[in-house]
Protein backbone atom coordinates (compact mmCIF):
# COMPACT_ATOMS: atom_id res chain seq x y z
CA UNK A 1 0.00 0.00 0.00
CA UNK A 2 2.10 3.16 -1.05
CA UNK A 3 1.00 6.06 1.45
CA UNK A 4 2.08 10.00 -0.23
CA UNK A 5 2.51 11.90 3.30
CA UNK A 6 6.48 11.91 4.17
CA UNK A 7 7.60 14.39 2.19
CA UNK A 8 8.88 16.08 4.88
CA UNK A 9 13.04 16.35 4.34
CA UNK A 10 13.09 19.94 3.26
CA UNK A 11 10.64 20.89 6.06
CA UNK A 12 12.56 22.83 8.72
CA UNK A 13 10.73 22.34 12.33
CA UNK A 14 12.03 23.80 15.72
CA UNK A 15 9.80 21.89 18.47
CA UNK A 16 8.88 23.29 21.73
CA UNK A 17 7.62 21.18 24.87
CA UNK A 18 6.18 23.49 27.32
CA UNK A 19 3.88 22.53 30.18
CA UNK A 20 3.04 19.03 28.98
CA UNK A 21 2.41 20.29 25.45
CA UNK A 22 4.24 19.54 22.34
CA UNK A 23 4.22 22.60 19.86
CA UNK A 24 6.03 22.93 16.58
CA UNK A 25 6.96 25.88 14.03
CA UNK A 26 6.76 24.55 10.61
CA UNK A 27 9.21 26.91 8.59
CA UNK A 28 6.85 26.34 5.39
CA UNK A 29 4.18 28.19 4.47
CA UNK A 30 0.83 26.94 5.03
CA UNK A 31 -1.13 27.62 2.43
CA UNK A 32 -4.32 25.21 2.26
CA UNK A 33 -7.09 25.87 4.10
CA UNK A 34 -6.71 23.26 7.44
CA UNK A 35 -5.20 21.51 10.14
CA UNK A 36 -6.65 19.74 14.12
CA UNK A 37 -5.35 19.24 17.93
CA UNK A 38 -5.94 17.25 21.33
CA UNK A 39 -4.75 15.70 24.45
CA UNK A 40 -2.48 18.34 25.56
CA UNK A 41 -0.85 18.92 22.18
CA UNK A 42 -1.23 21.88 19.77
CA UNK A 43 -2.34 22.53 16.14
CA UNK A 44 -5.78 24.58 14.36
CA UNK A 45 -9.12 23.58 13.38
CA UNK A 46 -12.94 25.08 13.27
CA UNK A 47 -15.33 25.05 15.79
CA UNK A 48 -16.71 27.11 19.22
CA UNK A 49 -18.83 29.99 18.94
CA UNK A 50 -20.38 31.11 15.90
CA UNK A 51 -18.43 34.32 15.89
CA UNK A 52 -15.36 32.55 16.28
CA UNK A 53 -16.07 30.29 13.62
CA UNK A 54 -14.11 32.24 10.42
CA UNK A 55 -10.93 33.07 12.85
CA UNK A 56 -10.84 29.13 13.78
CA UNK A 57 -11.20 28.31 10.22
CA UNK A 58 -8.28 30.20 9.20
CA UNK A 59 -6.09 29.37 12.00
CA UNK A 60 -6.37 31.82 15.20
CA UNK A 61 -7.64 30.50 17.97
CA UNK A 62 -6.54 29.59 22.14
CA UNK A 63 -4.98 26.51 23.17
CA UNK A 64 -8.02 26.47 25.83
CA UNK A 65 -10.29 25.94 23.23
CA UNK A 66 -9.25 22.77 21.75
CA UNK A 67 -11.06 19.86 22.52
CA UNK A 68 -10.30 15.96 22.04
CA UNK A 69 -12.55 14.50 19.53
CA UNK A 70 -13.76 10.70 19.04
CA UNK A 71 -13.53 8.86 15.36
CA UNK A 72 -17.32 9.06 15.30
CA UNK A 73 -16.78 12.98 14.16
CA UNK A 74 -15.14 11.57 10.96
CA UNK A 75 -17.60 8.15 10.13
CA UNK A 76 -18.77 7.58 7.05
CA UNK A 77 -17.57 6.87 3.42
CA UNK A 78 -15.16 9.02 1.54
CA UNK A 79 -13.48 9.60 -1.58
CA UNK A 80 -10.29 11.51 -2.93
CA UNK A 81 -10.07 14.84 -4.60
CA UNK A 82 -7.15 13.86 -6.03
CA UNK A 83 -8.95 12.47 -8.91
CA UNK A 84 -10.93 14.82 -9.65
CA UNK A 85 -7.82 17.14 -9.84
CA UNK A 86 -6.32 14.85 -12.58
CA UNK A 87 -9.45 14.61 -14.93
CA UNK A 88 -9.78 18.39 -14.99
CA UNK A 89 -13.11 18.78 -12.49
CA UNK A 90 -11.03 21.10 -10.53
CA UNK A 91 -9.86 23.59 -12.47
CA UNK A 92 -13.15 26.10 -12.21
CA UNK A 93 -11.41 25.82 -8.03
CA UNK A 94 -8.06 27.02 -9.42
CA UNK A 95 -9.46 29.66 -11.63
CA UNK A 96 -11.66 30.59 -8.86
CA UNK A 97 -8.62 30.95 -6.61
CA UNK A 98 -6.56 32.97 -9.05
CA UNK A 99 -9.09 35.56 -8.97
CA UNK A 100 -8.05 36.92 -5.69
CA UNK A 101 -5.15 34.95 -4.84
CA UNK A 102 -1.54 35.47 -5.69
CA UNK A 103 -0.87 32.79 -8.39
CA UNK A 104 -2.09 31.91 -11.47
CA UNK A 105 -4.81 28.79 -11.90
CA UNK A 106 -2.29 26.82 -13.50
CA UNK A 107 0.17 27.63 -10.52
CA UNK A 108 -2.52 26.62 -8.05
CA UNK A 109 -3.28 23.63 -9.58
CA UNK A 110 0.35 22.57 -9.75
CA UNK A 111 0.93 23.45 -5.68
CA UNK A 112 -2.65 20.98 -5.13
CA UNK A 113 -1.39 18.71 -7.24
CA UNK A 114 1.46 18.00 -4.47
CA UNK A 115 -1.19 18.76 -1.75
CA UNK A 116 -4.47 16.01 -3.02
CA UNK A 117 -1.70 13.55 -4.38
CA UNK A 118 -2.46 9.94 -3.35
CA UNK A 119 -2.81 6.16 -3.99
CA UNK A 120 -5.71 5.82 -1.38
CA UNK A 121 -9.01 6.91 -3.64
CA UNK A 122 -11.83 5.87 -0.59
CA UNK A 123 -11.62 5.83 2.97
CA UNK A 124 -14.77 4.13 5.30
CA UNK A 125 -14.66 4.75 9.01
CA UNK A 126 -16.87 2.90 10.85
CA UNK A 127 -16.49 2.20 14.60
CA UNK A 128 -13.35 1.64 15.76
CA UNK A 129 -12.42 0.19 11.96
CA UNK A 130 -11.15 1.98 9.25
CA UNK A 131 -10.93 0.75 5.87
CA UNK A 132 -8.21 2.09 3.01
CA UNK A 133 -9.15 1.13 -0.60
CA UNK A 134 -5.72 1.49 -2.67
CA UNK A 135 -5.88 0.35 -6.25
CA UNK A 136 -8.99 -2.44 -5.71
CA UNK A 137 -7.03 -3.38 -2.19
CA UNK A 138 -8.94 -3.57 1.23
CA UNK A 139 -6.67 -2.98 4.38
CA UNK A 140 -8.59 -2.80 7.67
CA UNK A 141 -7.08 -1.44 10.77
CA UNK A 142 -8.70 -1.07 13.93
CA UNK A 143 -7.62 2.59 15.78
CA UNK A 144 -7.39 4.11 19.13
CA UNK A 145 -7.05 8.11 19.50
CA UNK A 146 -3.53 9.26 20.52
CA UNK A 147 -4.13 13.11 21.15
CA UNK A 148 -3.89 15.96 19.15
CA UNK A 149 -1.10 18.18 18.39
CA UNK A 150 -1.47 22.13 17.72
CA UNK A 151 0.70 23.56 14.76
CA UNK A 152 2.11 26.59 14.54
CA UNK A 153 3.10 27.72 10.71
CA UNK A 154 5.22 30.44 9.33
CA UNK A 155 2.47 32.44 8.38
CA UNK A 156 1.71 32.92 11.80
CA UNK A 157 -1.62 30.52 11.77
CA UNK A 158 -2.30 27.37 13.26
CA UNK A 159 -3.87 23.88 13.10
CA UNK A 160 -4.62 21.17 15.06
CA UNK A 161 -4.07 17.51 14.17
CA UNK A 162 -6.38 14.49 15.62
CA UNK A 163 -3.86 11.59 15.87
CA UNK A 164 -5.01 7.80 15.74
CA UNK A 165 -2.98 4.80 16.05
CA UNK A 166 -3.89 1.24 15.04
CA UNK A 167 -3.80 -1.62 17.68
CA UNK A 168 -5.59 -4.11 15.52
CA UNK A 169 -6.22 -5.46 11.82
CA UNK A 170 -4.24 -5.36 8.47
CA UNK A 171 -0.40 -4.73 8.86
CA UNK A 172 -1.17 -2.91 5.63
CA UNK A 173 -3.03 0.10 7.15
CA UNK A 174 -0.99 2.90 8.23
CA UNK A 175 0.05 2.17 11.92
CA UNK A 176 -0.61 5.91 12.25
CA UNK A 177 -3.08 8.87 10.39
CA UNK A 178 -3.69 12.27 11.61
CA UNK A 179 -7.00 14.16 10.56
CA UNK A 180 -7.25 17.74 9.77
CA UNK A 181 -10.36 19.41 8.83
CA UNK A 182 -10.57 22.99 10.33
CA UNK A 183 -12.44 22.18 13.83
CA UNK A 184 -11.14 22.28 17.20
CA UNK A 185 -13.62 20.48 18.94
CA UNK A 186 -16.25 17.90 18.59
CA UNK A 187 -18.38 18.13 15.39
CA UNK A 188 -19.29 16.47 12.00
CA UNK A 189 -16.60 16.62 9.33
CA UNK A 190 -17.92 17.92 6.01
CA UNK A 191 -14.37 17.40 5.03
CA UNK A 192 -11.07 16.14 5.78
CA UNK A 193 -7.15 15.93 5.00
CA UNK A 194 -5.38 13.10 6.37
CA UNK A 195 -1.16 12.24 7.32
CA UNK A 196 -0.77 8.80 6.86
CA UNK A 197 1.81 6.56 7.74
CA UNK A 198 4.11 5.02 10.38
CA UNK A 199 6.51 7.54 11.79
CA UNK A 200 4.02 9.77 14.55
CA UNK A 201 6.48 12.53 14.30
CA UNK A 202 7.38 12.66 11.01
CA UNK A 203 4.18 12.98 9.94
CA UNK A 204 3.35 16.17 12.15
CA UNK A 205 6.26 17.40 10.03
CA UNK A 206 4.37 17.16 6.90
CA UNK A 207 2.51 20.36 5.33
CA UNK A 208 3.15 19.60 1.39
CA UNK A 209 1.31 16.42 0.91
CA UNK A 210 -2.41 16.89 2.61
CA UNK A 211 -4.76 13.95 0.87
CA UNK A 212 -8.46 15.56 0.88
CA UNK A 213 -11.64 13.85 1.24
CA UNK A 214 -15.21 14.31 0.75
CA UNK A 215 -18.24 12.35 1.36
CA UNK A 216 -17.97 9.49 -1.21
CA UNK A 217 -21.86 10.65 -2.83
CA UNK A 218 -20.74 14.25 -3.86
CA UNK A 219 -20.25 14.17 -7.53
CA UNK A 220 -17.12 16.06 -8.80
CA UNK A 221 -19.36 19.31 -9.87
CA UNK A 222 -20.43 19.11 -5.85
CA UNK A 223 -17.13 18.59 -4.44
CA UNK A 224 -15.94 21.72 -6.65
CA UNK A 225 -18.60 23.84 -5.35
CA UNK A 226 -18.07 23.08 -1.95
CA UNK A 227 -14.67 23.97 -2.23
CA UNK A 228 -15.44 27.13 -3.92
CA UNK A 229 -17.74 28.09 -1.14
CA UNK A 230 -15.02 28.15 1.34
Known amino acids: MKLLSAQCANVAVIGLLTMGSYQTVLAADHEHDHEHGGYGHSHDHEHGHDHDDDDIYAG???????????????????????????????????????EGGDK?????????EQGYRTDVNRIVIAGDDVTFF?????????????????????AGNRGVRYIFEREGGDDDAPHYFQFSDHAISPTDAD?????????????????????????LELSGEEVAEEMMAH
Open 104 to 112: TAAEYKTYY
Open 60 to 98: HFEDDQVEDRELSDWEGDWQSVYPYLQDGTLDKVFAHKA
Open 134 to 154: DDGEAHTGEYAYDGYEILTYK
Open 191 to 215: HYHIYMGDDRDALLDEVVNWPTYYP
